[in-house]
Nanobody, 123 residues
């Protein structure tokens, strides 16, 4: 059983930056690919970014490519999402998720989820 706790959300002006963190506890963190997803009010949860088990592979949604960076520190059991040049349309609850072995863009593939952290970008 993997437990995930996100932090780092908040209110920021358009053009600003935030860094989200997701701390994991449980079985070996490096066995899991990690993903970030987000859900805005009235919308479905959508893929943001994913990273492979040792961090060599990273993949992004087109909407965040070039602005967001996913990374992980397996020694600290933590995955990060650095968000730059934020836009009002980035406003959502952001969730981290874990799945064994391989990356995926598809939320049902993920077995474990955090509780989410709110990101609000004002115009």
């Amino acid at each position: 059983q993997v437990q995930l706790v996100e932090s780092g959300g908040g209110l920021v002006q358009a053009g600003g930056s935030l860094r989200l963190s997701c701390a994991a506890s449980g079985p070996t963190f490096s066995n899991y690919a990690m993903g970030w997803f987000r859900q805005a009010p009235g919308k479905e949860r959508e893929f943001v970014a994913t990273i492979s088990r040792i961090g060599r592979g990273t993949y992004y949604a087109d909407s965040v490519k070039g602005r967001f960076t996913i990374s992980r520190d397996n020694a600290k059991n933590t995955v990060y999402l650095q968000m730059n040049s934020l836009k009002p349309e980035d406003t959502a609850v952001y969730y981290c998720a874990a799945r064994p072995v391989t990356v995926s863009y598809y939320s049902p593939d993920y077995d474990y989820w955090g509780q989410g952290t709110q990101v609000t970008v004002s115009s």
